[in-house]
């Protein structure tokens, strides 16, 4: 059996996968590909196996039906999957599944796992998406100017989780940044920056848990590369590099300078606003659940595993 999870990008919600399951299911994966373990992220669209594949096991991955682009076409459902929970009710309901195997995101197990005590450190901290990291590279400076610890959500998945455990509120456009949080009982509150952030993941995920929230927009942040790129677009200045510099360090200077002030102001806004958190006993619910299918898992398909 080999575990599959995406990792073209280094993405710390990605990165959770060989974490939690070399903890859940220790040497369990063979590396012989005609069975294939689906777990965290959205995936479904994405990992379908290839004409050597016999079996696909689904552990908590999820789908996005609102864009094929970025997560692929549906899966078809033959006898080669074998589902044994997804991330929540709209993946359920845009597969046709069951709405019982929409119990919740495999991240919620690392609840369990065995983290050393910490302090809170952080009075706030802040994480994007890791496409939004992309796009502006000032993040952490940025929120230094505000006192605001930043977290990368490219870098070591055990650092981002102790991190995130020694804060006392996280300001997130990750969705496993929220989702971590919950888990250890920080506060979150969740942001929007970018159209890349999808709606339909977040409410999946927070449907499981019974939650009803929304994401707070914020203004968008470029870099250098990206700000150049889009001033020579609409002002067709490709031939033209000298005036284009000139005009990228003119619009830094005045509308970047802008909107970088009007995000610590929006940010601070919320640091004082409305938070979320899950009800504990519904998340101590769905982690159990989740234990109970990976058990069942263990006692199918090896008995390598003592719980």
């Not at 999820?62 to 864009?67: L, V």
């Not at 692929?72 to 074998?82: A, C």
């Not at 993040?139 to 505000?146: E, Y």
Request: aromatic share 12%; net charge positive; hydrophobic share 40%.
């Amino acid at each position: 059996m080999v575990l599959r999870y995406y990792d073209t990008t280094k993405n710390f919600g990605d990165l959770l996968n060989p974490l939690i399951f070399s903890h859940y299911l220790p040497e369990f994966f063979d590396g012989n590909p005609k069975t294939i373990f689906l777990g965290i992220g959205t995936i479904l669209g994405l990992l379908k196996g290839n004409k050597d594949t016999n079996r696909i096991l689904v552990f908590s991955s999820g789908y996005a039906p609102d864009d094929k682009k970025m997560y692929g076409e549906p899966p078809v459902l033959d006898e080669k999957y074998e589902f044994y929970c997804v991330r929540g009710p709209l993946t359920a309901k845009a597969l046709k599944l069951d709405p019982a195997l929409a119990i919740s995101d495999g991240a919620l197990l690392l609840k369990n796992m065995p983290f050393m005590p910490v302090e809170k450190e952080f009075e706030c901290a802040y994480m994007p998406h890791h496409v939004t990291e992309g796009i502006f590279e000032g993040w952490k400076k940025l929120m230094l100017l505000d006192g605001i610890h930043y977290i990368s959500p490219q870098g070591d998945p055990i650092s981002i989780i102790e991190q995130i455990r020694k804060s006392k509120l996280l300001i997130t456009e990750a969705m496993h940044g929220a989702i971590v949080a919950d888990v250890f009982r920080v506060p979150w509150i969740p942001i929007k920056s970018s159209a890349h952030i999808n709606q339909f993941k977040w409410d999946d995920w927070a449907m499981s848990l019974g939650l009803e929230f929304s994401l707070h927009p914020l203004k968008s942040l470029f870099g250098d590369r990206i700000i150049r790129k889009m001033l020579a677009e609409k002002f067709k200045l490709t031939k033209y590099q000298p005036v284009n510099y000139v005009a990228s360090e003119v619009y830094k200077a005045t509308r970047q300078k802008k909107r970088k002030k009007a995000v610590l102001k929006e940010l601070r806004t919320l640091r004082t606003g409305k938070y979320y958190l899950s009800d504990e006993k519904v998340l101590d619910k769905k982690i159990a659940q989740l234990t109970e299918k990976l058990k069942m898992i263990n006692e199918i398909y090896s008995d390598r595993l003592a719980y």
